[in-house]
């Protein structure tokens, strides 16, 4: 399996600019997660999906962001418009949970750069 | 809500030392640990994990942790370091039931001096 998928590897746009990150989980996973790293504030859970259905989103931070997951293979986290805060590294990871508990799989971020 | 603490922001060692990185949590009931590592450049990959047993978990590349149920500890370690342990450690309690999420702590970045 290629492992989690993540697109663009890099992305730097203007303030006020909508933003799309893309996430492609491994194949048969049921949990998808969206994680975002910063250095003042480490790595914070944004939110996270069960079977393509948003479960939590309590730690997205504000309207601007959003998270789809249309199907099991493929989710996204879109930003609108964007600003310099949001300057950050996105990790989108997955996981299945055959018993109550399983590691979680990591892709290879997305490094977001908003001027 | 569940909290993780790890002591050490930074941590600077010269190969073959002993290597120590503390963590504690705050959560009283049923919990499975994580230690996460993130290397130059890299995503995270899993460490070690204890779900229960044996509380003394080996993992990969010679790390170990020890699950201290009484202090709230799962503590990471290694013998001897080597310059390719250069990377930012996370460790990650999970409280199983419920709530399917994992709380990072703020990581702990080892340098190691050739």
């Known amino acids: 399996d290629a492992g989690v998928i993540q697109s663009p590897r890099h992305e730097v746009t203007e303030m006020g600019q909508e933003v799309t990150l893309r996430c492609k989980p491994i194949s048969g996973h049921d949990y998808l997660f969206w994680y975002r790293q910063t250095m003042m504030r480490g790595l914070e859970l944004l939110i996270y999906f069960n079977n393509n259905v948003p479960i939590d989103d309590s730690g997205m931070p504000e309207d601007r962001f959003s998270a789809k997951m249309p199907n099991a293979s493929f989710s996204t986290l879109k930003i609108q418009p964007s600003e310099p805060r949001d300057s950050a590294v996105y990790f989108c990871a997955s996981s299945f949970r055959r018993v109550s508990t399983d590691t979680q799989y990591f892709g290879p971020g997305t490094r977001l750069t908003v001027l | ?114």
């Not at chain 2, 799962?74 to 450690?89: C, G, H, I, M």
């Open chain 2, 1 to 114: 809500a569940q909290s993780v603490s790890q002591h050490n922001h930074h941590v600077i060692l010269s190969e073959a030392a002993s290597l120590e990185l503390g963590c504690n949590y705050s959560y009283g009931g049923t919990v499975n640990l994580f230690w996460y590592v993130q290397y130059p450049g890299q995503h995270l990959q899993l460490l070690l994990k204890y779900f229960s047993g044996d509380p003394l978990v080996k993992g990969i590349k010679g790390f170990e942790a020890e699950f201290i149920k009484s202090k709230f500890s799962f503590n990471l370690r290694k013998p001897s370091v080597q310059w390719s342990d250069t990377a930012e450690y996370f460790c990650a309690p999970y409280p199983g039931a419920g709530s399917y999420q994992l709380t990072f702590g703020k990581g702990t970045k080892l340098s190691v001096i050739p």
